[in-house]
């Protein structure tokens, strides 16, 4: 079956170290993109990816860091840098680089520091 | 810039009950407009969405229309269940956006039998 894969489900993180959230699609898409939803809020945009080895920062970037060396995956470092980083952490894909199409997204990372 | 304005919850209804949740939009270009639904603990999945003015989207019993001119896209259902209870999220893609959706804040819908 085609689709979107996140692990771990669940994650936990001592303060100051780096951890990398695993995003992976076999759907074909050119489109991938990072989200971070909070409780009782929305999806904030961290990065997106329209093609392979290009990327451009969301609006919430910062304290963050992506790669796109394959299509089919588009992990997500959350760093030190980043002062509040317990969330769920939501990955999806589309098929249309304009933005334009449903996205397809994955079950999502819970992230915990400790 | 682009932004979508949900109708705050969370809304609490009966089995059977009729459902309505606004949306409304601000955009450049011509959007796409999208409901999505987020069960507990996992990812948002595709509700339905509407690519053109006057377009209706459905699914499941749930409906929405494409208003241009009153620039909303509300949800409905004529007979909510008990599994229907969710967080709903109206969004946007713009084509002048290129790569960003922009997402309301959601909606949490509980519904008690």
């Known amino acids: 079956d085609g689709g979107i894969t996140q692990s771990p489900k669940y994650l936990f993180r001592k303060e100051g170290q780096n951890v990398t959230l695993s995003c992976e699609q076999n759907l074909n898409h050119d489109a991938m993109y990072w989200y971070r939803q909070d409780p009782g809020q929305g999806l904030r945009l961290i990065y997106y990816?329209?093609?392979?080895?290009?990327?451009q920062k969301g609006d919430i970037a910062e304290g963050y860091s992506v790669s796109r060396e394959k299509k089919e995956s588009f992990p997500l470092t959350v760093t030190s840098a980043q002062k509040n980083p317990t969330a769920f952490y939501l990955c999806?894909?589309?098929?249309?680089?304009?933005?334009?199409?449903?996205?397809?997204f994955g079950p999502g990372t819970r992230l915990t520091v400790l | 810039g682009n932004s979508v304005t949900q109708m705050e919850g969370p809304v609490t209804l009966s089995e059977e009950a009729f459902l309505t949740i606004n949306c409304t939009y601000t955009?450049?270009?011509?959007?796409?407009l999208f409901w999505y639904v987020q069960y507990p603990g996992e990812g948002l999945q595709l509700l339905l969405k509407a690519t053109k003015a006057d377009d209706k989207g459905s699914n499941k019993g749930f409906e929405a229309t494409y208003r241009k001119e009153t620039t909303s896209f509300h949800l409905e259902k004529g007979s909510v269940q008990v599994s229907d209870s969710a967080v709903y999220f109206c969004a946007l893609n713009s084509n002048t956006n290129a790569g960003k959706s922009t997402f309301g804040d959601g909606t949490t819908l509980t519904v008690k039998p």
């Open positions: 990816s329209q093609i392979v080895n290009d990327f």
């Open positions: 955009a450049t270009g011509y959007p796409s």
């Open positions: 999806a894909s589309s098929i249309d680089r304009g933005g334009t199409d449903t996205q397809y």
